[in-house]
């Protein structure tokens, strides 16, 4: 398992990542907004423990920007704001749980390996819209002013991550991790691939929406 801790407390950090490496567990720890995302753009993580109160962006501003760019990971927001307000601002902010500092270790593993039990959500009639373009997620069908073309899974798949994080440039890694998974054994060629049907897709449904190559560095979705 691998975690994101985000936590400014560097005592707390220090001690937290000693608990991780007790039970075997990756663990990736930062401080502030920044890291956090130069984390996330670069690794899949099976769970993100993030601290509410944050110098600059706060832990709420940062999990309402992780679920903004379509990042679905399971977050445990961790805090000394315990009132019911507080619990319930963190959980409308997209938080999977909520977590009261001071808390014992065996708690907080606890909490995780709850989250790694609950089964995967499915979403239905889902659509997305960008640019020209429409991409239904539930027949994985792209289409623009009616003009219509079937996409393969993983053409959806990358395309979905293409939309939700649009205008930024996406790594190859990122690519690869988050559309084909952290442990698979595909090749970078593989993703150039895809991007090359993806482009095809869209002259297929003339569409003006363009895969922006980002030379060294990986691909960027553009009107």
């Given at each position: 398992?691998?975690?994101?801790?985000?936590?400014?407390?560097?005592?707390?950090?220090?001690?937290?990542?000693?608990?991780?490496?007790?039970?075997?567990?990756?663990?990736?720890?930062?401080?502030?907004?920044?890291?956090?995302?130069?984390?996330?753009?670069?690794?899949?993580?099976?769970?993100?423990?993030?601290?509410?109160?944050?110098?600059?962006?706060?832990?709420?501003?940062?999990?309402?920007?992780?679920?903004?760019?379509?990042?679905?990971?399971?977050?445990i927001m961790v805090t000394a704001l315990g009132t019911l307000e507080d619990r319930v601002d963190g959980l409308d902010a997209g938080a999977d749980d909520y977590l009261v500092k001071p808390f014992a270790p065996e708690e907080l593993f606890a909490r995780i390996r709850a989250l790694e039990r609950r089964p995967v959500k499915m979403e239905l009639n889902r659509q997305l819209e960008f640019g020209d373009l429409v991409l239904?997620?539930?027949?994985?069908?792209?289409?623009?002013?009616?003009?219509?073309?079937?996409?393969?899974?993983?053409?959806?798949?990358?395309?979905?991550?293409?939309?939700?994080?649009?205008?930024?440039?996406?790594?190859?890694?990122?690519?690869?991790?988050?559309?084909?998974?952290?442990?698979?054994?595909?090749?970078?060629?593989?993703?150039?691939?895809?991007?090359?049907?993806?482009?095809?897709?869209?002259?297929?449904?003339?569409?003006?929406?363009?895969?922006?190559?980002?030379?060294?560095?990986?691909?960027?979705?553009?009107?």
């Amino acid at each position: 398992m691998r975690i994101l801790l985000v936590e400014d407390d560097l005592e707390l950090c220090r001690f937290m990542g000693f608990w991780f490496e007790e039970k075997g567990y990756l663990a990736d720890i930062c401080q502030n907004s920044q890291d956090a995302f130069y984390y996330l753009n670069r690794q899949v993580y099976n769970v993100v423990i993030l601290d509410r109160m944050l110098p600059g962006m706060d832990g709420i501003q940062i999990l309402q920007l992780m679920r903004k760019q379509g990042i679905t990971t399971p977050v445990i927001m961790v805090t000394a704001l315990g009132t019911l307000e507080d619990r319930v601002d963190g959980l409308d902010a997209g938080a999977d749980d909520y977590l009261v500092k001071p808390f014992a270790p065996e708690e907080l593993f606890a909490r995780i390996r709850a989250l790694e039990r609950r089964p995967v959500k499915m979403e239905l009639n889902r659509q997305l819209e960008f640019g020209d373009l429409v991409l239904d997620l539930s027949n994985r069908v792209l289409s623009k002013n009616g003009k219509m073309v079937e996409l393969s899974k993983k053409e959806m798949d990358l395309l979905e991550f293409l939309i939700r994080n649009k205008g930024q440039i996406l790594t190859r890694e990122i690519l690869l991790n988050r559309v084909w998974g952290l442990d698979s054994a595909v090749e970078e060629g593989n993703l150039d691939n895809y991007i090359y049907f993806l482009r095809r897709r869209f002259k297929q449904v003339g569409s003006s929406v363009n895969i922006r190559t980002v030379r060294s560095v990986g691909y960027s979705l553009k009107e």
